[in-house]
Every structure is written in structure tokens, then in C-alpha cells.
């Protein structure tokens, strides 16, 4: 099982390997909870709906998703400085843990935090379980996948409930990284040029590529018919297969989810 999981919601999806498919998939959005001691509350009651939610997979990947993350060069990361790294550009916050993820292909490590309630239930349902953050995922995926195909000035954007993500990359290297948190559709449209404009990209000419939670009747997709001159959904990746139950699944929006599992995290 990959999961996904943030102060939100989560999704999960169930992968056979001998039959090199995705199973199932399943999302639930939790509501209004303004605290990460509330998720573990919602695993139970997940637990209560699908007997099999606590079964003991061979292996299950938790892509954790928040705001407290910091990008290093992997040749000036020191492990025993790990919470140097955060604390430059991060608040301190209180019963978190510090981990850290290696990005191999992006020559990076990640520094995050994350809840000792959310680690500590997720471990009692599964003590196999490799944590990574979400964005170590949504690097590695993109880097894996794209970063030897890209011609032209490309902007990845991964949307999430009121957060976006932006990924580019050049000469076969990750070029840039950044998260930004919006509340109005001007907010995102506002981050998004400048961070094109720091990038010498042309709004014009960009190649923007569109994953996450933006559909074509969301007034920020609207923005960027306004504000761009092209932009397209990923491309769904052909060596992820599906099982016929999940045919009509819109992939760009759990892209990183099925790619997941392809990450040496």
C-alpha cells in the first residue's frame, strides 16, 4: 500500500506485484480538524469502515504532506545538523519529530517534520512502514521520469488543498523547488508568474504541466487560460498499470501516488 496522507485527507492505493497492477484506490477527506493529533483518530475510523485498512501488506510507503520542509545539496548535508537546516527557514514546532529524506537522482536532502502521534499510529498499523515526505516523492517521480526528456522551459505544478508545488528542471538537474500556500485565486496566480519570471520562463511559451487537485472548471485553472499561453495534465505513466476497476481514474490526480513506489526512498 502507498499512502498519502496530510491535515486534510488522505489516499491510498493497493499494488499486486505479481500481477504489476494498482488494485484499488481509496480518498477521504477529513474536514475542518485544525490539529495532526486529530489523524489518528480519523485511521480508526476509517478502520471501522474496511476490515482490511490495518492488514499487514508486505510493504506500505507513507508520502507525508505538510509545509515543514527544507531542500540541502546533498554535499553540505550533515545528519547531525539536520535540525540547523529546518529551524533557517522553519518554525520550531512542538512534539514533531526530524527526518530526512536522500533524493538520489536530484543530488538533494529533504528535512521535514512530522508528528510523533502520526508516526507512531501509522507504525502500530504497520511496522514495516517507510515514511517519506511528499515532496522527496514528487522530485524523485518527476526527476525519474522527465528530467532526461525536457527541451524546453517546463513547470511542473502539483496542486493540494489550499497549497501548490512547483518543479523544474534543466541540463538533466533539478533547477528549482519551492511550496507555496495561497487562499485566493490571485494568490495562485501571483507565485506562479513570479516564480516563472525568476526563471527567465515566458508565460507565453512555459510548458506548464498540471497534476493534483485542479480540474477545468476551477477558477484557478481559469487563471491560467488568462495568464498562460500553454498548459497540459501529465501524460499518465505506461508502465503503471491498472487494474479495470480503476480504468476511469483521472491519473493526474493521484500522479505521484502511483509513480511512488518506482523511488528509491
Known amino acids: 500500500m502507498t499512502m498519502q496522507l496530510s491535515l486534510h485527507g488522505l489516499s491510498f492505493a493497493v499494488y499486486n506485484p505479481d500481477k504489476n497492477k494498482y488494485l484499488g484506490l481509496e480518498a477521504y477527506h477529513f474536514g475542518d480538524i ?14 471501522n469502515r474496511i476490515e482490511w485498512f490495518a492488514y499487514p501488506f508486505k510493504k506500505f510507503k507513507l508520502l507525508y504532506q505538510n509545509t515543514y520542509s527544507t ?10 545538523q539536520k535540525s540547523l537546516y529546518l529551524g533557517f527557514n522553519q518554525p520550531f514546532v512542538e512534539n514533531r519529530r526530524i ?8 543530488e538533494a536532502v529533504n528535512v521535514y517534520y512530522i508528528p510523533n502521534p502520526v508516526v507512531e499510529k501509522v507504525r502500530d498499523f504497520w511496522p514495516n512502514a517507510v515514511i517519506s515526505h511528499f515532496a522527496s516523492a514528487l522530485i524523485e517521480c518527476l526527476s525519474l521520469n ?13 496542486v493540494n488543498d489550499g497549497n501548490y508545488h512547483l518543479t523544474s528542471f534543466k541540463n538533466n538537474k533539478l533547477l528549482y523547488y519551492n511550496m507555496f500556500s495561497y487562499n485566493t485565486k490571485e494568490d495562485f496566480i501571483f507565485f506562479l508568474l513570479a516564480t516563472m519570471e525568476q ?9 506548464l504541466i498540471l497534476m493534483g487537485k485542479i480540474e477545468k472548471s476551477d477558477e484557478v485553472f481559469q487563471m491560467l487560460h488568462q495568464y498562460t ?4 495534465y501529465i501524460e499518465a505513466n505506461p508502465a503503471i498499470k491498472l487494474s479495470y476497476v480503476l480504468e476511469e481514474t483521472r491519473q493526474y490526480q493521484y500522479y505521484i501516488l502511483f509513480n511512488a513506489l518506482q523511488c528509491e526512498l
Open 34 to 47: 485544525k490539529d495532526v493529533k486529530e489523524i489518528p483518530a480519523k485511521f480508526d475510523l476509517i478502520l
Open 71 to 80: 531542500l540541502v545539496p546533498a554535499p553540505l548535508f550533515d545528519a547531525e
Open 99 to 106: 527526518i530526512y529524506d536522500t533524493l538520489k537522482t536530484s
Open 146 to 158: 522527465y528530467k532526461n526528456k525536457i527541451e524546453n522551459d517546463t513547470l511542473f505544478l502539483h
Open 199 to 207: 526563471l527567465g520562463y515566458n508565460p507565453e511559451t512555459v510548458d
Open 229 to 232: 499561453g500553454s498548459h497540459r
